[in-house]
């Protein structure tokens, strides 16, 4: 490794990358400008929009497992909301959704095993044989039945 290079622990992104999270940081700063402090009675959460800008931002900051249980727990809050009624659904008929809603978990439920089961059998089509591995494996079974033998142990 070269002396004069240094190392980081993340890659810097593209710098088109850093100009468009400028453009959109400022076309969300200026459709959505931050309230006046002032007002006690109203609570006021102000993302960073810097950070909402860039979707990279939960690419890198966030691993696999809680972006996964972001989008779930979101979800089903957004569900929840919408089997007790809460949230409804313009341009649907209140009928259609109660009976349709309840079904939800089930079809989520039978579209994850379906998905399972062709993962697992796409697995074994494409499994590749390994004609090389499984001659060192006889060999290695072979030597290991020398050696008990030469030790006085049956193996046959």
């Known amino acids: ?5 240094t190392t980081t622990s993340r890659a810097e992104p593209h710098p088109s990358r850093n100009a468009s999270c400028h453009v959109a940081s ?3 700063r200026s459709r959505f400008p931050i309230p006046p402090l ?3 009675s109203i609570i006021v959460i102000v993302p960073d929009v810097d950070k909402l800008a860039c979707s990279s931002y ?3 900051n966030m691993t696999r497992a809680q972006r996964l249980a972001l989008f779930t727990s979101l979800f089903i809050a957004l569900y929840l909301l919408a089997f007790f009624q809460v949230l409804t659904f313009p341009l649907v008929d209140t009928g259609t959704v109660q009976v349709v809603l309840p079904l939800i ?4 439920l039978v579209s994850f095993g379906s998905y399972s089961l062709w993962s697992l059998g796409w697995g074994l089509f494409t499994f590749r044989d390994c004609p090389e591995a499984y001659t060192e494996l006889l060999g290695e ?5 020398n050696d008990l033998r030469s030790r006085g142990v049956s193996v046959d």
């Open 1 to 5: 490794m070269d002396a004069n290079a």
């Open 26 to 28: 400022h076309a969300i």
């Open 38 to 40: 002032g007002l006690p």
């Open 58 to 60: 939960y690419s890198a």
């Open 105 to 108: 978990p089930w079809w989520i």
């Open 141 to 145: 079974i072979n030597e290991a039945k």
